[in-house]
């Protein structure tokens, strides 16, 4: 049974480090959160360290630029790992291939195509017409607001040609504010069910845990995972990966699941509990909003 708790404050000298959900959590798609970004300061100041674990299929640098426009201070957070740059590693090292046919929205998606320097002879990847892809690599549907299904021929034909579909952002869909929008994941799931092949490397997914990991290292931190709180309002995403870890986990009940919990201020524990039995989720503790 998961614990309600009031505060981060309850738990976090448990922790050594955060591994912190980003949207839904620390901001809405367009602005912080005040209550959160309060207590990942508070955390750090007693010396806590706070990474940042993202499905966002930006960059880290993206994020940065992000983060500053939604208002949440540099002091909050250490470092980031995005689901954005375990996918681009992938790409370029080529799991798709070398010509890839891009979904998405281009002006925001733009800098995922950006080199990696750090890779020893990357891919010259090169942007086609599907009919003469490779494969796809997919940050999420032309319309955000769409159906996926819309992208069905397209899918199809990709699945009778054998392309992989790589998924930078594993998330089903976000909320912007009040408006709940599509995600690359949504996109993943139903190429998979046609019978195509996704490849996935944010939550629940291990890569992206061995990326943030990796950004924990080079820090100075060897944190064993024992020490380690991973915080997140998705079931399926955050809290799966968690578990999948072996991290303890703290859900956010007033995101994604704040109609199903009735979470105004805190969740209802019958609804919570129906919630988490339906998707088979266990998280270590719970509360209805990062305070």
């Known amino acids: 049974m998961t614990q309600i708790i009031s505060s981060l404050a309850q738990i976090s000298s448990r922790y050594d480090a955060l591994f912190v959900d980003l949207w839904g959590c620390v901001h809405d798609g ?20 706070v990474v ?19 208002g949440v201070p540099t002091d909050a957070w250490d470092t980031i790992a995005t689901s954005g740059d375990s996918a681009r590693s992938a790409m370029f090292r080529g799991a798709v291939g070398e010509k890839v046919f891009f979904m998405g929205e281009w ?17 010259n990847i090169e ?24 992208l069905r021929p397209q899918l199809l034909y990709a699945k009778t040609k054998g392309m ?4 930078a952002n594993p998330d089903i869909v976000v909320d912007r504010g009040e408006v709940r929008e599509w995600c690359a994941g949504a996109v993943a ?26 950004r924990l290292y080079a820090l100075g931190h060897d944190i064993p995972d024992s020490q380690i709180l991973a915080i997140g309002d998705g079931a399926q995403t955050d809290i799966k990966g968690a578990t999948g870890e072996d991290i303890d986990s703290l ?29 088979m989720s266990m998280p270590t503790y719970t509360i209805g909003q990062l305070r």
């Open 30 to 49: 367009v602005q912080a959160m005040p209550e959160a970004v309060t207590a990942l300061q508070d955390y750090r100041r007693k010396g806590g360290i």
């Open 52 to 70: 940042l674990v993202t499905n966002s299929p930006k960059p880290r640098a993206g994020v940065e630029v992000q983060l500053q426009k939604f």
């Open 107 to 123: 002006e925001r998606d733009e800098e995922f195509f950006t080199p990696l320097k750090l890779l020893e002879d990357p891919l």
């Open 127 to 150: 942007l086609v017409d599907l009919d003469q892809a490779e494969g796809i690599v997919c940050c999420g549907p032309f319309d955000p607001m769409a159906d996926p299904a819309d």
């Open 164 to 167: 992989k579909l790589l998924c």
């Open 189 to 214: 799931r139903l190429y998979t069910e046609m019978g195509g092949e996704s490849l996935y490397f944010g939550k629940p997914h291990p890569p992206i845990y061995d990326l943030a990991r990796r």
């Open 251 to 279: 859900f956010i009940s007033g995101g994604l699941a704040r109609a199903d919990t009735k979470t105004s201020h805190q969740p209802d524990p019958e609804a919570l509990t129906a919630y988490l039995q339906r998707e």
